[in-house]
């Protein structure tokens, strides 16, 4: 998530939703960006805790939400185009193959939901 978050404030972010599958990290960064009695804790007892607070206390809005791997099969996927060993970061302006049928059915939303509207 830090490496991300460098990311994307140095190419001029100004507000970003961070998706995560998991729960317990999501948890922790939200309650350390939540003030208690009006200050930041900044003083986290993890340095990466730490300083993803500090990254986003800079003039930008973040925004951090827990979403289950199942309902976020195109971050999942992307996540695995790499293998487990290298833990490069892969920045692409380009859809990959893999993900493409993905985001459409992304875009077209949940079968259970297009039949709740009376779609078929």
Request: net charge neutral.
């Amino acid at each position: 998530m830090l490496i991300g978050l460098q990311v994307a404030r140095s190419s001029g972010v100004g507000r970003i939703l961070v998706q995560s599958d998991c729960s317990h990290a999501t948890k922790l960064l939200i309650d350390a960006l939540q003030p208690s009695h009006g200050v930041l804790q900044q003083d986290h007892e993890l340095p990466l805790v730490r300083a993803i607070v500090f990254l986003c206390q800079e003039d930008w809005q973040v925004n951090f939400q827990w979403i289950p791997r199942e309902q976020n099969m195109v971050a999942d996927c992307l996540a695995k185009l790499t293998s487990p060993s290298q833990f490069n970061l892969l920045v692409s302006n380009v859809i990959p193959a893999q993900a493409r049928p993905l985001l459409d059915r992304d875009r077209e939303g949940p079968p259970y939901l297009l039949h709740s509207r009376g779609v078929t």
